[in-house]
């Protein structure tokens, strides 16, 4: 085919593509961002980049909804149920977790007027159901992973080219989350499909990249059985979902769903050995909790601390043959229920604890052992 030809029909190609990519951000479901949310958003500043880490980028008229830049390419939303992780890739942009399914518009809103880059991937840390709940409005508004049957543009032309351009970015999940969402043929599983993973992974941990480095690591049993958090390794950052939870309540061990204090802390320890602190154990690595604000290390360090040592005063008062009643008249959490923040969940946590503990018939811990009593 002569060169003048051939440069002539990719130049066709293109500018039928570019004409599909500036539909897909005016047709709803396939990459836009939603009618109204150019008219409730304040401001927004240059670059997220230009801003100190933790800087407000961006915030809707209700104060609902608050876009934070945390470090390299990676920003937290917050205000929609769980915090949403949002990393901006050359390319496309990856989510950890979507939030209250009634938010989505407005948090598609802020991450398209963040970027124009389209949402790829979807990690998902656990089947919690504010940390899911946007899962399908959030495929819904991505773009397929590309292959040789599709190119990510949401639309289908294949009377022109024999190509077909489907929406849906990926989720991602441990293999545990989609064995609970689901469930066996014929019977009505717990969880609608539409939020399932699309992908799942059954190792300690999982890689991809997105411009950096992205891990996704597996704690066996934490929080429940399918945990994981997130590693942006470049940026600097860990998104952690309900693993890790500061000065917003105790531990959520979902026993039911496969958790484990002891595999808690573990998490937590393997979460600290991934930190890296500037000077004085502040800075360095950031931390997107699943709920409240951004954290490093040491903040990390002091919520296992205080894990650690209620694990070991109720497995003390356990070998004293204490009831769980009676573990909870004891008030083991005492000294943490007076920063006002953690009293709401401390008998759901005592309980918890002391099921699990029963359960495993875990040894007589060392008197020694930090806040053993």
Known sequence: MPYFVRQLNVLMLALLLLAGYSSAYGNPGQGQMPANSKNELVHLLPTCNQ???????????????????????????????GNITVQVGEQSVTVVNTGLAPMSDKVIGAIHALTEKPIYTILVTSLDEDLIGGNANFSKAGWATPNSDNIPFGHDVSDILALKFPSGAAIIANINVLNRMSAPTGQKSPVPSELWPTDTYDADFWR???????????????????????????????????????MVSYPV???????????????LNQIIDLLVPEDAEEGGTYVIPGHGRICDRNDVVNYRDMVTIL??????????????EQVKAAEPTSDYDVTGHYAASKDQ???????????????????SAPGAR
Request: a negative charge; hydrophobic letters at 35%.
């Open 349 to 367: 946590f005592i309980e918890a604890v002391y099921r699990d503990k029963i359960k495993s018939k875990v040894p007589r811990q060392n008197a």
């Open 311 to 324: 694990r070991a005063r109720i497995s003390e008062m356990i070998e004293q043959g204490m009831t769980l």
């Open 208 to 246: 991809m990249y997105n411009s950096e480095e992205i891990y996704l690591y597996h704690p066996q049993v934490a929080h429940s059985d399918g945990d994981s958090f997130v590693l942006f390794r470049r940026s600097g950052v860990i998104s952690t979902g309900d693993l890790f939870n500061p």
């Open 51 to 81: 801003l100190p880490t933790g800087g407000v980028c961006l915030r809707l008229d209700d104060g609902k909804i608050e876009l934070l830049h945390v470090q390299g390419n990676v920003y937290m939303i917050s205000g929609a149920g």
């Open 253 to 267: 061990i979902d026993l039911e769903k496969g958790g484990g204090i002891d595999g808690f802390i573990d998490g």
